[in-house]
């Protein structure tokens, strides 16, 4: 706040980028069933599931806190990393194994997926008007986002038990790659593996 901030092809590229992510992030959403609607109790939803819902109540509340301190940055960061870290590189691949679980499992992330993106999305329009519009109607089937209510958190507990399980499941993923990475393998080449010590945790 208060300094020049230098604003280049790179800025432009990365926003680019963000928007791609969410328009391919939300058609993969309705692809699989993605719906707005009352989710089932918590005791019903995966520790995935817990977990985004959870980082989204925290992610509103950050975003709510930035804009209210015209501290634009702060908020718009927030949902930056949101989206694109949380919600597609991890909650939507999470997303895939649970869809292939079956169909009670596939209609509760569809609901759960309806749920994130569509606040998610209100959050964003008022610095992505024109992509999350879109999206947004196609989401919900609402007239418009710019007439959509503000996003407010659920109001529930945060479920630090679903939390610490998404965040060991993280580290053994990136661990994992890093592995990968260092061994020179292609990213199509599947090797064997065992994972021990699981028990014990």
């Not at 992330?109 to 519009?133: I, K, Q, Y």
């Not at 659920?154 to 990968?180: C, I, W, Y």
Request: charged fraction near 25%; charge should be negative.
């Amino acid at each position: 706040p208060g300094s020049d901030i230098s604003v280049g092809e790179s800025h432009a590229q990365s926003s680019r980028n963000l928007a791609t992510k969410l328009f391919n992030g939300t058609r993969f959403a309705l692809m699989n069933g993605a719906r707005t609607g009352e989710l089932p109790p918590r005791s019903d939803l995966t520790d995935a599931d817990r977990w985004i819902l959870d980082r989204l109540d925290q992610v509103l509340a950050d975003v709510d806190e930035g804009f209210e301190a015209y501290e634009f940055s702060k908020a718009c960061e927030a949902l930056y990393h949101f989206a694109w870290d949380e919600v597609c590189d991890w909650y939507l691949e999470l997303a895939k194994v649970q869809i292939a679980g079956g169909e009670d499992a596939a209609s509760r992330t569809a609901l759960v997926l309806g749920n994130v993106l569509d606040p998610l999305l209100r959050a964003l329009s008022p610095v992505m008007p024109f992509v999350t519009e879109v999206l947004w109607k196609a989401l919900t089937g609402g007239e418009s986002v710019v007439l959509a209510s503000w996003p407010t958190a659920s109001g529930q507990p945060a479920d630090t038990a679903a939390a610490a399980h998404v965040s060991d499941l993280q580290k053994l993923v990136t661990e994992v790659r890093r592995f990968r990475s260092d061994q020179g393998l292609n990213p199509g080449q599947k090797v064997a593996a065992r994972i021990s010590g699981l028990d014990d945790e």
